[in-house]
């Protein structure tokens, strides 16, 4: 009985890792009969794939699977909405970027021009994101909107030839400017304009760029990030994503409800309103739903059962 104890610490990892693969449902991720995955991404609960399906919390938190992608891709709401995401925490969750953009001809037309705005109906974009701007006669206005009221902020990239800009990934306002957002704005739009029409940097920067995106995630290249060529367009495409905090509607009186969170958890109140609940220390699983978090040694107990008999003291 004591070998068989102190074999199953020695092969407690093991053990966990094979359960795994046997028992994938020991913690659940979605409601019973929903589905867990769209392509790579995991669809955890409160988020459910499929408007008025019962696998999300509500119709704010449903999540469209789109299959015409190989391999499917996932998007907030509707398809129809443009919002793809590519990952969910416990806490917030990362979206596709898209950026504003001015492009001049030598003699300072200008040959392409598209401002952006995105508003989100139940979530807000973390303080996590910073706003960039891109170019040697560009500033751009970043307007936004939260439960505080209006915001509005510049950030402005000036110099005078390719020389002066540095490849050494910071952003000091030489050729790439960048500053923080607020907490909690739930839309914001980006205009970008410039001083000259690039007539003068015109040879080594024929555009400006202007977004928001999850800070770290953007190292600037230099006069290499100046021009479309340089391939900043898909470098920020593909991996400069736009980080989204989410919360449960309410207010403080949803954590004292019993059904709020489930077992071995606990429920918080989220600055700026709503609340979420999380696994206590040492539990893991999905606080939202039923059997709740588990700890370690419950996961091991339901992982053995079929090989050891556990007698409350003893693995025999």
Request: proline fraction near 5%.
């Amino acid at each position: 009985m004591l070998l068989h104890f102190i074999l199953s610490l020695y092969t407690l990892p093991f053990t966990m890792a094979l359960g795994t693969l046997q028992n994938p449902n020991t913690s659940a991720i979605s409601r019973p009969n929903c589905p867990t995955h769209c392509g790579n991404v995991t669809v955890p609960y409160p988020f459910g794939i499929g408007k008025d399906t019962g696998c999300s919390l509500d119709n704010s938190f449903y999540v469209t699977c789109n299959s015409s992608y190989k391999p499917p891709k996932l998007f907030l709401g509707s398809t129809d909405d443009n919002i793809e995401i590519y990952s969910i925490s416990e806490t917030e969750f990362r979206i596709h970027n898209e950026f504003a953009n001015r492009c001049y001809n030598r003699n300072g037309t200008i040959s392409e021009d598209y401002d952006w705005s995105i508003e989100l109906s139940a979530f807000t974009f973390s303080e996590k994101n910073k706003f960039t701007v891109l170019g040697c006669d560009d500033y751009s206005i970043i307007r936004g909107r939260n439960d505080g009221g209006e915001f509005s902020s510049a950030c402005m990239g000036v110099c005078s030839k390719a020389q002066d800009v540095a490849d050494n990934g910071q952003c000091p306002g030489v050729g790439c400017c960048q500053t923080s957002i607020p907490k909690g704005l739930n839309y914001y739009n980006i205009t970008l304009n410039s001083f000259q029409n690039h007539t003068h940097v015109w040879s080594f920067n024929r555009c400006g760029f202007a977004f928001v995106g999850e800070e770290g995630t953007f190292v600037f290249q230099g006069t290499n990030d100046l021009s479309p060529e340089g391939g900043v367009w898909d470098r920020i495409d593909a991996t400069v994503p736009v980080v989204v905090d989410w919360v449960i509607a309410g207010d403080t009186r949803n954590c004292s409800e019993p059904s709020a969170c489930k077992e071995n958890t606990s429920c918080y109140v989220v600055e700026g309103g709503g609340y979420r609940c999380r696994c206590n220390n040492g539990y893991e699983g999905n606080p939202y739903l039923d059997p709740g978090c588990q700890g370690m040694f419950q996961i091991y107990q339901y992982r053995l059962h079929s090989n050891y008999y556990y007698s409350g003291d003893y693995y025999y």
